[in-house]
């Protein structure tokens, strides 16, 4: 089993910045992507940004440029830099592990960006 915790999320005004942290404790040795989703009202969740075990990224076209997703192995967290929000970005945020075939999520973190 793999426990993730999200922190960093928070009320901020349009075109500033905030930091997710996801921490995983647990069987974490051979967790392989990690990623960040997000689920705004009334919509589906949708990936924002994943990283692989060796440092390969991808990310969502509504956030390339200005999100950055980041890895510390030795930590077992995951970072989300977020730059340049905007109203859209808000949603609540979930932490996604990858390991053995199995999926595991965090509660999440609400993100809320104002106009």
């Known amino acids: 089993q793999v426990q993730l915790v999200e922190s960093g999320g928070g009320l901020v005004q349009a075109g500033g910045s905030l930091r997710l942290s996801c921490v995983a404790s647990?069987?974490?040795?051979?967790?392989?992507?990690m990623g960040w989703y997000r689920q705004a009202p009334g919509k589906e969740r949708e990936l924002v940004a994943s990283?692989?075990?060796?440092?390969?990224?991808n990310y969502v076209d509504s956030v390339k440029g200005r999100f950055t997703i980041s890895r510390d192995n030795a930590k077992n967290t995951v970072y989300l830099q977020m730059n340049s929000l905007k109203p859209e970005d808000t949603a609540v945020y979930y932490c996604?592990?990858?390991?053995?075939?199995?999926?595991?999520w965090g509660k999440g973190t609400l993100v809320t960006v104002s106009s």
């Open positions: 996604n592990a990858g390991r053995e075939g199995m999926h595991y």
């Open positions: 990283i692989s075990s060796d440092g390969d990224t």
């Open positions: 647990g069987s974490t040795f051979s967790i392989k992507r």
